[in-house]
């Protein structure tokens, strides 16, 4: 019998599939602070967006910086699609997994929507 295999998981990011009656099943993924590696934070600060709800996203692109008490770092998308909103707007503190917005198709629906 074989073994069923994992998906790998993203860290920085989960997918939520809104049924719409419309469209069908929407993939919106959600942007999660990280877990650093190596490093014991709990928390990080939104310092800036460098993109705006509504913009474009390639996959790798930075999307917002964030700083711990030791370092600053670019958050990358984590999938190419649009930045549907917003959620941790600067300055704000947010916990390591914490929501920091959607990434989806233009026009779709965030869920509970």
Same mark, same amino acid.
Not at 33 to 57: A, H, Q, S, Y
Not at 60 to 66: A, F, R, S
């Given at each position: 019998?074989?073994? =069923?295999?994992?998906?790998?998981?993203? =860290?920085?990011?989960?997918?939520?599939? $809104?049924? @719409? %009656?419309?469209?069908?099943?929407?993939?919106?993924?959600?942007?999660?602070?990280?877990?650093?590696?190596?490093? #014991?934070?709990?928390?990080? $600060?939104?310092?800036?967006?460098?993109?705006?709800?509504?913009?474009?996203?390639? !996959?790798?692109? %930075?999307?917002?910086?964030?700083?711990?008490?030791?370092?600053?770092?670019?958050? @990358?998308? %984590?999938?190419?699609?649009?930045?549907?909103?917003?959620?941790?707007?600067? =300055?704000?503190?947010?916990?390591?997994?914490?929501?920091?917005?959607?990434?989806?198709?233009?026009?779709? #629906?965030? =869920?509970? !929507?």
């Amino acid at each position: 019998m074989r073994s =069923p295999r994992k998906a790998a998981r993203r =860290p920085s990011s989960a997918r939520i599939i $809104n049924l @719409d %009656p419309r469209k069908g099943a929407v993939i919106v993924t959600n942007l999660v602070v990280p877990k650093t590696g190596g490093m #014991n934070t709990t928390k990080v $600060n939104v310092v800036k967006w460098l993109k705006r709800e509504g913009d474009k996203l390639k !996959q790798g692109e %930075p999307v917002v910086e964030l700083e711990t008490e030791k370092v600053s770092y670019e958050l @990358d998308a %984590p999938v190419a699609g649009v930045l549907l909103k917003i959620e941790a707007h600067e =300055p704000a503190e947010v916990e390591v997994g914490g929501l920091l917005g959607y990434i989806g198709d233009a026009g779709e #629906n965030l =869920p509970g !929507q």
